[in-house]
C-alpha cells in the first residue's frame, strides 16, 4: 500500500519500517529515532516552502524528505544488491541514513512572506523594506558577490516585465 501525501512523515517511510522490523535487537536506536525525528518532522511542518518555477529539476516541497527516504530505500533495498551486501549496512546506519533524509533540506525553506519581503525589498528599495539590516546588508552582499553585481532597487531604465523577471531570478536563486 503507498502512503498517501498526507502521510508523508518518517514512520511512514519504508526505510523506517526495515528497521522497525528489527526492533528487538535495536529498540533503543528506534526510540532515539523517533525522539529525534519528531522534531525535525515538527520543523518541516511549520515551514512553507518557497513556489519554484516548474522547470527546475529538483521538487523542494515539505514533502522531499519522505521522497529521500524513499528513495534510500529503493537503491538499499530494491537494486541488483545481494541480500549478503544489503545486510552489511547496519540498523545503526540505516538510522543515520533516515536521520540524514529528513535533516537535508532544513533551513534551506524560507517562509514565503519572507522571501516575499526580499522580492519587494529588491524591486522597492531599501528604504521601505520590512527586512532587518542585518538582513538587508546580507542580500546586498551576496548580490554583490553572486548575483551580478545588482543594486537595490533594480534598474527602473528597463521595462517593468523584464525588470520582474530578473527579480524572481535573483530572489529564486538567492532562495536557494
Given at each position: ?17 526495515n ?23 515538527e ?70 512572506g ?11 528599495g531599501?528604504?521601505s ?9 546580507e ?9 551580478s ?7 527602473l ?8 523577471r530578473q ?10
Amino acid at each position: 500500500m503507498n502512503p498517501t501525501w498526507q502521510d508523508t512523515e518518517w514512520r511512514d517511510t519504508d526505510l523506517y519500517k526495515n528497521l522497525k522490523s528489527k526492533e528487538s535487537s535495536n529498540s533503543k536506536l528506534i526510540e532515539s529515532l523517533d525522539e529525534a525525528l519528531k522534531i525535525i518532522q515538527e520543523g518541516l511542518d511549520e515551514e512553507t516552502t518557497v513556489e519554484i518555477p516548474p522547470d527546475t529539476f529538483t521538487l523542494y516541497d515539505p514533502k522531499r524528505a519522505f521522497r529521500v527516504a524513499q528513495r534510500i530505500n529503493q537503491i538499499i533495498f530494491l537494486s541488483s544488491l545481494s541480500q549478503e551486501e544489503q545486510m552489511k549496512l547496519s540498523n545503526h546506519e540505516l538510522g543515520l541514513l533516515l536521520l540524514s533524509a529528513y535533516l537535508l533540506d532544513i533551513c534551506l525553506t524560507l517562509k514565503l512572506g519572507k522571501v516575499s519581503l526580499y522580492h519587494d525589498c529588491l524591486l522597492s528599495g531599501k528604504e521601505s523594506s520590512q527586512l532587518s539590516e542585518e538582513e538587508i546588508n546580507e542580500f546586498e552582499e551576496w548580490l554583490n558577490d553572486e548575483g551580478s553585481g545588482f543594486e537595490i532597487p533594480l534598474s527602473l531604465n528597463k521595462s517593468d516585465a523584464k525588470i520582474r523577471r530578473q527579480a524572481d531570478r535573483l530572489i529564486t536563486y538567492y532562495c536557494r
